[in-house]
């Protein structure tokens, strides 16, 4: 059973650097295919896609975002940490993390998410 | 910043049939990736309900099909219950700027 779960801070200042861990069950981040990414949602909006770490360490980023996060795991505890820095009041969100689940599809290699955790709400204010 | 298009909003009453649209470019969906979607009820987080374009994951009910067709592709939702009350959301890959994932604008079904 896949199980994922976000921990973090609730509340970040504006220009903070924001640190959340996924801590991951029911699967290894070192099995070829599997990946583990970070998806946000603001109230009341859509979900937006943050970042994303495969098994072989090869990572992928926002283009919108990409000089604001990093994106890190540990194999070994089931972890995964996502860092954004210079928080602002926009980035106000439940940032969740979720299993990518690897497919053939289309005559390529492709991915989705098929288990995400159950979220975590962060609030940037002074 | 999604590069994904969905209405807004769609509704029906029950037992009727609804669809969504998901229109993407030819970076995305035009470029042969797969669309997958997925459906967030109130309050908790998305889940999976259609990957690969037509694929349904185990206890999902066949009421829900998926298709994908060009540059776009759909949901739709036949024998629309009061428990399909929800928000939808398509997702891809993108190839552009060293390749990303991208989600739709979303669509809130509503049952009438």
């Known amino acids: 059973q896949i199980t994922l779960k976000e921990s973090g801070p609730t509340l970040v200042k504006p220009t903070q650097t924001l640190t959340l861990t996924c801590t991951f069950s029911g699967f290894s981040l070192s099995t070829s295919g599997v990946g583990v990414g970070w998806i946000r949602q603001p109230p009341g909006k859509a979900l937006e896609w943050l970042a994303l770490?495969?098994?072989?360490?090869?990572?992928r980023y926002s283009p919108s975002l990409k000089s604001r996060l990093t994106i890190t795991k540990d194999t070994s505890k089931n972890q995964v940490v996502l860092t954004m820095t210079n928080m602002d009041p926009v980035d106000t969100a439940t940032y969740y993390c979720a299993h990518r689940r690897s497919f053939y599809g289309s005559g390529s290699y492709q991915g989705y998410f098929d288990y995400w955790g159950q979220g975590t709400l962060v609030t940037v204010s002074s | 910043q999604s590069v994904l298009t969905q209405p807004p909003s769609v509704s029906g009453a029950p037992g009727q049939r609804v669809t969504i649209s998901c229109t993407g470019s030819?970076?995305?969906?035009?470029?042969?990736?797969?669309v997958h979607w997925y459906q967030q009820l109130p309050g908790t987080a998305p889940k999976l309900l259609i990957y690969g374009n037509s694929n349904r994951p185990s206890g999902v009910p066949d009421r829900f099909s998926g298709s994908k067709s060009g540059t776009s592709a759909s949901l739709a939702i036949t024998g629309l219950q009061a428990e399909d009350e929800a928000d939808y959301y398509c997702q891809s890959y993108d190839s552009s700027l060293s390749g990303h994932y991208v989600f739709g604008t979303g669509t809130k079904v509503t049952v009438l």
């Open positions: 030819s970076s995305n969906i035009g470029a042969g990736y797969d």
């Open positions: 770490i495969y098994w072989d360490d090869d990572k």
